[in-house]
């Protein structure tokens, strides 16, 4: 996408998880202390990273996959890089995933985030976010301090439509009063975001932090590289 090929959008949606918001490392740690995963965030950090890759390269290639094949895919690749033996692996995913469900555990905001959102605001754009969620989203944003910075937050869980479905997008489209081609929308999963996004006739964005995916869409490695991005293709 250049500056030829479409205007200056007025309105940026996100997605929230690994978009916006990142796992707890030292939480997740912790819920699997007991099958011998070591205290080590470092370590941590490389394995979901690939864990993420892993999943997303999945999705582009396959195209959606169920929630729980997602949740599968996500903690047997994280399982599988912090040694976790194979036959603990179904309990340890049930602990991560049962810690989770008491107590959303996607709660670390990349510290270039919240500058880059008030970049965004000071500059014009209107913000939302559009989340594949279960109902937590809304007080999640809250919690991690983002909520000023957004006019609303589309779970879908509480709409009962998710992407990659263009009707959770026509939502936040029609909150904002806007038509889809003046939104910009970015996130994390090829086939869920940017697919979706498309079907809605929004403009979409992949962050690709780890410059890995080579995909037929306009990449950024995070959020808080979104405004640089938007003045130079702008």
């Known amino acids: ?15 929230a998880g690994n978009t916006l918001v990142f796992v707890d490392a030292e939480r997740a ?13 470092d370590a941590f950090h490389a394995a979901e990273q690939r864990a993420r890759l892993g999943l997303g390269r ?3 290639a396959q195209g959606p996959v169920s929630e729980p094949d997602a949740w599968r895919e ?7 890089g912090l040694g976790v033996s194979e036959a603990e692996r179904p309990a340890a995913g049930r602990a991560m995933l ?19 959102l008030e970049r965004l605001r000071a500059e014009g754009y209107r913000l939302g976010v559009v989340s594949n969620a279960d109902g937590r989203m809304p007080d999640l944003i809250a919690q991690v301090g983002l909520a000023g910075f957004f006019e609303f937050v589309v779970d879908s869980h509480l709409v009962g439509v998710a992407k990659p479905d263009p009707r959770i997008f026509e939502v936040a489209v029609g909150r904002l009063q806007l038509r889809p081609e003046e939104c910009l929308y970015v996130g994390d999963l090829y086939a869920v975001d940017v697919v979706g996004a498309r079907s809605a006739r929004l403009h ?8 890995a995916l080579d995909l037929p869409v306009a990449r950024v490695p995070k959020v808080g590289d979104l405004p640089q ?3 130079e293709t702008f």
Do not use: C, N, Q
């Open 1 to 15: 996408m250049t500056a030829s090929a479409t205007a200056r959008p007025k309105a940026v949606l996100f997605d």
């Open 29 to 41: 740690i912790e819920a699997l202390a007991r099958f011998g995963v070591a205290r080590d965030v």
């Open 204 to 211: 979409p964005v992949l962050l690709d932090p780890f410059g």
């Open 58 to 60: 999945r999705m582009a």
């Open 229 to 231: 991005w938007l003045e």
């Open 98 to 116: 049962a810690d989770h469900e008491r107590d959303h555990m996607w709660t670390r905001v990349d510290p270039t985030t919240p500058p880059a």
């Open 74 to 80: 996500y903690f047997g690749t994280l399982l599988l």
